[in-house]
């Protein structure tokens, strides 16, 4: 399966939003489902200054999107968060991992990112175990941080630091 990475386009929106019709994704994330492609067109209007949308594509249909968030406080301008989707129908398949190792190139190649932050639930072992492949590490747990299908979930938040600058400090 040849899964390509390429920029968000217009055209991907309503893609999004299908994704998010899938309940067991939606639950993933700290998205709702069934938002229209309007909201997504909102949001990543709002962020574009501040952003780098990507999107996995196979054979033409768009399998994934992960969404590259920098900090526009002058202070925190080497530091980046994220958020991945994939598509169920995709999942297992390697879309997240050619996703996330788009990001972290742009970030450590491109951006000028020195720490990528995220927050993933803590029994999403599938998505944890993708993290801490690219190098990715637990620091803390925060309770109760969000709600989903009627009950309060924890998260891990997890960072990476760019691996040249923790070379740099040893």
Not at 67 to 90: E, N, Q
Not at 110 to 120: A, D, F, H, T, Y
């Amino acid at each position: 399966m040849k899964i390509k990475i390429r920029h968000q386009e217009d055209r991907d929106l309503p893609h999004i939003a299908e994704m998010f019709e899938y309940e067991d994704l939606a639950e993933n994330t700290s998205q709702i489902p069934y938002n229209h492609s309007d909201h997504w067109k909102q949001l990543f209007q709002s962020r574009s200054n501040e952003s780098v949308q990507l999107i996995a594509e196979v054979n033409g249909k768009v399998a994934g999107h992960l969404g590259i968030l920098m900090s526009s406080k002058p202070r925190k301008k080497h530091v980046a968060t994220f958020g991945i989707s994939v598509h169920p129908d995709f999942q297992g398949q390697g879309v997240g991992s050619e996703l996330v190792d788009e990001m972290v190139q742009l970030c450590d190649h491109w951006l000028n990112i020195v720490r990528i932050e995220l927050g993933v639930f803590t029994e999403n072992k599938q998505a944890i175990a993708l993290y801490k492949k690219y190098g990715f590490e637990i620091e803390g747990t925060s309770r109760f941080d969000c709600f989903r299908r009627g009950q309060y979930s924890s998260t891990y938040k997890m960072a990476r630091i760019r691996p040249d600058l923790l070379e740099q400090l040893s």
